[in-house]
């Protein structure tokens, strides 16, 4: 099979006949094998049975409905798990992504070798509240992830060779960062496409504000468990030692220089909690073994972990 388009979807129920009419035509142009994977995910508008009627006169057409709504980093998930073609693409249900990108996409993974292609809303129907956040964020993730040539990280439409997405595991929110995850798993060969946005025609918005702030401590923890989550002691241990000793070399200043006092009979010797240095050494000691504590117990779990031994494998002969 060439091309999987995995769909995440929440109550979208007014997009799906013209979305998956569109994808079939665009399929049945360019005479590709195909699937289009629906995941629904908690909906209530009626958008399975939509699916299930939808599937009729569509074969391509595959579905999975959650029970509840898991949110789209869950249902891309599935997805992946679920996709069986050599490209895969994932695209929004709200029809803001249009399937005519979708032959230059699979062109450009499978002739110009890229592990995954995002697409770049560079003109978008969105209103400012949205649109100048996503820059500030855009920005953020690329300093942090070192992914210099992305500007658009979010983009729901993107495309994967195939091994890149039976490889990585995404959840919580997730989805919004899939480059810099693939990167961790070692794919770097990250491009990226100029794609045409369109407002959305039906439904609303399922993001609340609550992005940015989600999307914030995802992005941390993406890069933390990342560097640190097969050797947390390694953070943890330094950061803790560090504050330790310097703490360490406070408290032994204090009480030589007291010892210096007492020895000499200096009269106006400062009492030892008169001075500020010693609120930080006792500061820095205790944070410094704290630190340290919680390394060890982080490192207890990460060796207990079923997963600790999990690298990415590239090719076995
Ligand atoms: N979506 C989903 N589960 C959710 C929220 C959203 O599957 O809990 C889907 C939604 O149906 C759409 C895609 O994720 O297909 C992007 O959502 P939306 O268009 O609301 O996001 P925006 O374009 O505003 O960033
Ligand atoms: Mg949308």
New binding site residues.
């Given amino acids: 099979m060439d091309i999987s388009v995995v769909?995440?979807?929440?109550?979208?129920v007014e997009s799906l006949p013209e979305l998956t009419s569109w994808i079939s035509k665009v399929m049945d142009e360019n005479s590709f094998l195909y699937e289009i994977i629906l995941?629904d995910?908690g909906s209530t508008d009626g958008s399975w049975e939509m699916i299930n009627k939808l599937r009729l006169n569509n074969p391509f057409i595959k579905g999975v409905k959650f029970r509840r709504?898991?949110?789209?980093s869950a249902?891309l998930n599935v997805g992946f798990e679920a996709a069986q073609g050599n490209v895969v693409i994932t695209m929004?249900?709200?029809l803001?992504d249009s399937p005519d990108e979708i032959p230059e996409l699979y062109r450009r993974v499978t002739e110009e070798k890229y592990d995954l292609i995002s697409g770049w809303k560079a003109k978008r129907y969105?209103p400012l509240s949205?649109t100048i956040p996503t820059k500030l964020f855009n920005l953020a993730t690329r300093k942090m992830s070192g992914i210099n040539n992305l500007h658009d990280f979010?983009c729901?439409l993107k495309a994967y060779r195939k091994t890149v997405i039976k490889n990585i595991e995404i959840y919580g929110e997730m989805h919004r960062y899939i480059p810099v995850i693939a990167k961790w798993a070692g794919f770097t060969k990250i491009g990226e496409q100029v794609v045409e946005h369109r407002a959305?025609k039906y439904g609303?918005?399922?993001?609340g504000m609550s992005?940015f702030i989600n999307g914030f401590l995802d992005l941390l923890s993406i890069f933390f468990v990342g560097k640190f989550g097969k050797r947390p002691m390694h953070f943890f241990g330094a950061m803790g030692s560090l504050s330790f000793f310097a703490g360490l070399i406070c408290a032994i200043w204090i009480i030589s220089d007291k010892l210096y006092d007492i020895a000499h009979h200096i009269k106006y010797s400062r009492e030892v909690t008169a001075q500020p240095l010693f609120y930080i050494a006792l500061v820095a000691i205790i944070i410094g073994s704290q630190l340290f504590l919680t390394g060890f117990v982080a490192e207890l779990v990460a060796r207990s972990a079923p997963e600790r031994n999990h690298y990415q494998i590239e090719d076995r002969i």
């Fill in positions: 769909i995440p979807l929440y109550n979208e995941i995910d709504n898991y949110g789209k249902g929004d249900a709200d803001q969105d949205k979010n729901g959305r609303t918005t399922k993001f992005r």
